[in-house]
């Protein structure tokens, strides 16, 4: 029995011209393709952004990845989704998921692909390095996320804020990814910290609705508009720039 090979492609941030020549040839003559959602109603964001590289008669198959901290449905979600790709790869069918960003950067693909090893061992996998959402916003407001030998932290924010402030304290800038509703939190304890001047914020980076935000004060009370698909970038104290 031939099994397809599976193909993970980092597709970048959000604006179809950031995808790479790889993954827009690998996508062009593939015709499997699965696309993650958060839910069965709502419109795939991944495939919006990489439609116009995909075969004209690809077979497009939706996985639903609930947002939800419930590691038991979390982790079945996983399996199940696992076990849709399995018997497609099993036709002898090649196949490719999308993953907005770099797919081994805080992507569902990395416990997709854990499943999968499990449900087809020994499947042949290979995945598509994509640009960051941090990349993106650092080019598109010409923030340095790296200079000389200063560190850079790239974090997920949590409800932990205590974690977060202890980051903060840090040397170097800090990117602070999966802002979502913790939005005003994160704002407060920047403030507190005296790192809310200078930071900026870029929402849905690429995109038609894309945002740039300097002024982060103005943000507050705008959690559910603004956060979703938001970073902020925070820069490194100038004394550390010059030392």
């Not at 593939?30 to 004209?56: D, Q």
């Not at 790869?89 to 490719?96: F, M, Q, R, W």
């Not at 200078?198 to 559910?224: F, I």
Request: net charge neutral.
């Amino acid at each position: 029995m031939t099994i397809g090979v599976f193909y993970g492609i980092g597709i970048g941030p959000g604006d179809p011209d950031l995808i790479t020549l790889k993954a827009a040839k690998i996508l062009s003559q593939c015709r499997t393709v699965f696309v993650p959602k958060a839910r069965a109603t709502e419109e795939s964001t991944a495939l919006g952004i990489a439609g116009k590289h995909l075969h004209p008669r690809a077979d497009i198959r939706e996985l639903v990845f609930p947002m939800t901290m419930d590691k038991a449905k979390l982790r079945q979600s996983w399996i199940d989704n696992a076990g849709q790709v399995a018997a497609a790869l099993e036709s002898g069918a090649d196949a490719a998921f999308l993953t907005l960003g770099d797919a081994m950067l805080y992507s569902t693909y990395i416990y997709l692909v854990r499943a999968l090893r499990d449900v087809l061992p020994g499947v042949e996998i290979i995945t598509v390095a994509g640009i960051t959402a941090f990349s993106a916003a650092a080019a598109l407001t010409h923030f340095p996320v790296g200079t000389g030998k200063l560190p850079a932290t790239i974090v997920p924010t949590s409800d932990d804020l205590d974690e977060l402030r202890r980051i903060l304290q840090r040397k170097g800038t800090k990117v602070l990814m999966k802002i979502g509703r913790r939005l005003d939190a994160i704002l407060d304890v920047l403030e507190e910290t005296g790192l809310l001047d200078g930071s900026l914020l870029v929402s849905r980076v690429g995109m038609d609705n894309q945002r740039v935000e300097t002024e982060l004060r103005a943000l507050r009370g705008r959690n559910s508009d603004v956060g979703y698909l938001s970073i902020i970038l925070v820069p490194a104290a100038e004394e550390e720039m010059t030392s």
